[in-house]
């Protein structure tokens, strides 16, 4: 009988407690309920307490809710006005141009009140993961949700974890049952309104983020061949002191190090891969070079074809990339760190300098005693170790430089950033002077070779222009940036960088056209198969078409590389010639210049691969195939024809002229055919079908 009394009891203190727990909100009754269930029994002390926690969370979720709401309404309103005030400078430029003083100052203005991308961008990845832990969150109570509605095994699972009190299982799955209604769906509800808000957060400081960024680079564009500093001066003397003063201090190196903790606990496991990845080509890197140094230099060009070649390219990329690879890893894992504030502009800046790092291990590989250059490409001794001095050189002192002046001008607000990064501009320019000069020398650089073995070519004869141009350009936006530009003077030396990367495989590619060339050749007359006639007419349309190939490459290289440097490159581009009609009912579609520009260059292809066809499927299908000279004549006449039509509809695509435009034009041929053109028609059907049966074949008469 007292058994019974007790367990009636405690059942209408836990319903009580419960029910009191239930209607308040607030802690402090909370807790007071909580201890006073404590004293009474360890197992309704406990379901109070995860009441009192699930109760706390939906609160503070609610809160945080509410805050993001804000935030997201401040953005959209944000995203507005920015739309708006880019939409009326681009007006503003395209009705007065970009040099007047008004529409400069205007963009200056506009430039100085936009926040800084690096942090918009450190807030979205904050973003992104508050998204990610509160969907994370929202999954675990509602696991909780579905584990306390399964009351019974809820209560017997307590009683299990608290074997000390004495509230059995049918007594404790009333209050699982309130805690699953009263408690727990409330937080799930909350969670899946915070995570929702939260993914509008994501998505919509992405579109302010992009169009910030599209926002600044307009403004950069139009801004670029103005001063963004005085002129250099005292001031920038004592900047720098102060600035470099500040790397002497323990608490910056202390904060550093926090960062980069803070960037591995952050994305540990892209670190470990990251590194994993770097130590593995470095190990390959290693026993590279061993190998290439005992690897003995043909003496044949019969070796050097374009598999090895090919080869041994890929070979220097394997070679070069442990360094830039670790530079990119790092730089990006800390930039996207949200809260390694001080280490942030140097893992940026770690990122930029990356792909300078890149080439310069590239060119050192290619140039190595034994690398790819003197072993497949025929450099000479001088030029590989003028290549490599050089490298050395923006190695020691270019390098080192343009990371101090892309770290400094990520340094917003930081004392003496400014003028710090004027100076490493400064260094990095003159050190690249020193060695564009030396690398594009006439006679021991680059194009050396190709000087020698073709005095009256294109790039031998425009050495009175390229050379000073190259050796110059430098020089003058280091005086550029003394004067004050030194956002052009940075800028520009990306697009040096990238010219130097065209340039560099330009050198690659006409040095493989020579050796790939001589090295098919070679095979010919080992083989027989040729007469000298035919031998040199395959030649002269092989080394042809390798010319044009790399004049085309060329070209399209530079305007990559200097595109986003003149907007009028794309303006012109985009400049439409004419409307052709797209449909009946559709808007007219515009032929650019850019479209025209790429007709004309099918159709200079299509003619050149007409007239050197002979030459290129001769020395490709020979150095496989047994075939004899008739069976190659057949494959040269189909492949012109098959080529003449491609390119027919490729450069009618180019000009947005669709087979239902010339539809009436295949028609009136078709009549034709049928009545005036019989006779030769049915002459060239004749013609393949002799071209594959083969029934006549070359040297038969």
Not at 213 to 239: A, C, K, S
Request: aromatic share 8%; glycine share 8%.
């Amino acid at each position: 009988m007292q058994q019974v009394l007790k367990g009636f009891m405690l059942v209408l203190m836990a319903m009580f407690i419960s029910t009191n727990i239930g209607a308040t909100s607030t802690t402090a009754p909370l807790q007071v309920q909580s201890a006073q269930a404590a004293e009474t029994d360890p197992r309704i002390a406990a379901i109070a307490r995860y009441n009192q926690d699930a109760a706390n969370e939906t609160a503070r979720v609610r809160a945080d809710q509410e805050h993001v709401s804000q935030v997201v309404g401040n953005l959209k309103v944000a995203i507005k006005e920015l739309r708006a005030i880019k939409e009326s400078d681009e007006r503003r430029v395209l009705l007065a141009g970009s040099g007047s003083d008004p529409i400069t100052e205007v963009l200056l203005r506009h430039r100085d009140s936009l926040p800084p991308l690096a942090n918009q961008r450190r807030d979205l990845e904050a973003a992104r993961t508050g998204a990610a832990s509160a969907e994370i969150g929202r999954l675990d109570a509602t696991e909780d949700l579905a584990g306390a509605e399964r009351t019974n095994e809820a209560a017997e699972a307590l009683i299990a974890d608290q074997p000390t009190g004495h509230a059995t299982a049918a007594e404790l799955a009333p209050l699982f049952r309130q805690r699953a209604d009263q408690y727990l769906r409330p937080l799930v509800s909350a969670l899946t309104s915070y995570s929702a808000i939260l993914a509008e957060e994501v998505v919509v400081r992405s579109e302010y983020t992009e169009l910030l960024e599209q926002y600044r680079n307009f403004i950069d564009t139009h801004l670029l061949w103005l001063p963004d500093m005085p002129v250099i001066g005292e001031r920038d003397v004592r900047g720098v002191t102060d600035h470099v003063g500040r790397y002497a201090t323990r608490t910056f190196w202390g904060a550093i190090g926090e960062d980069l903790v803070d960037s591995f606990r952050f994305r540990p496991f892209r670190w470990i891969g990251g590194a994993l990845l770097v130590l593995a080509l470095a190990l390959i890197r290693g026993r590279g070079f061993r190998f290439i140094s005992k690897t003995p230099v043909p003496g044949s060009s019969t070796e050097a074809g374009l598999v090895n070649i090919g080869s041994a390219v890929l070979e220097s990329v394997i070679l070069a990339a442990p360094i830039p690879l670790a530079l990119q890893f790092a730089g990006l894992l800390i930039e996207s760190t949200p809260a390694a504030a001080t280490a942030a502009p140097f893992g940026s800046a770690m990122h930029s300098v990356a792909g300078y790092a890149f080439l310069i291990s590239f060119a050192l590989a290619l140039s190595a005693h034994g690398g790819a250059g003197e072993r497949q490409l025929g450099w000479s001794l001088s030029t590989m170790t003028s290549i490599r001095r050089a490298m050395l050189a923006l190695a020691a002192g270019f390098l080192p430089a343009i990371f101090v002046a892309q770290a400094s001008l990520n340094m917003d607000g930081i004392a003496g950033s400014e003028e710090i990064a004027r100076w490493a501009v400064i260094v990095a320019l003159l050190v690249l002077t020193a060695v564009s000069a030396r690398i594009f020398r006439p006679s021991h650089g680059v194009f050396s070779g190709v000087i020698a073995a073709n005095p009256t070519g294109l790039i031998s004869m425009l050495r009175p222009v390229w050379y000073p141009v190259c050796a110059l350009l430098p020089a003058v936006l280091a005086l550029g940036a003394a004067a004050g530009y030194v956002i052009t003077a940075i800028t520009v030396v990306e697009n040096i960088a990238r010219s130097y990367w065209v340039i560099l495989l330009l050198a690659v590619g006409i040095s493989a056209l020579g050796r790939i060339g001589g090295a098919a050749l070679d095979r010919f007359d080992l083989a027989g198969q040729l007469e000298a006639r035919e031998e040199a007419r395959f030649e002269d349309q092989l080394r042809s078409f390798g010319r044009l190939l790399l004049a085309l490459v060329t070209v399209a290289g530079l305007a990559w590389a200097w595109n986003d440097l003149i907007p009028a490159f794309g303006i012109v581009s985009n400049m439409a010639v004419w409307t052709v009609a797209a449909g009946e009912g559709s808007a007219r579609v515009p032929v650019t210049v850019r479209d025209a520009v790429f007709c004309v260059a099918t159709v200079v292809v299509t003619m050149s691969l007409v007239r050197d066809l002979p030459g290129i499927i001769n020395i490709v299908i020979l150095r496989r195939f047994p075939i004899d000279r008739s069976a190659r004549y057949a494959l040269v006449a189909l492949g012109r024809y098959l080529i003449v039509v491609t390119g027919i509809i490729v450069a009618l695509a180019c000009l947005r002229i669709r087979w239902n435009d010339v539809q009436w034009l295949a028609a009136a041929v078709t009549v034709g055919l049928g009545f005036g053109l019989q006779e030769i028609f049915a002459n060239f059907v004749s013609g393949l079908i002799l071209l594959a049966e083969r029934p006549v074949r070359i040297g038969d008469l």
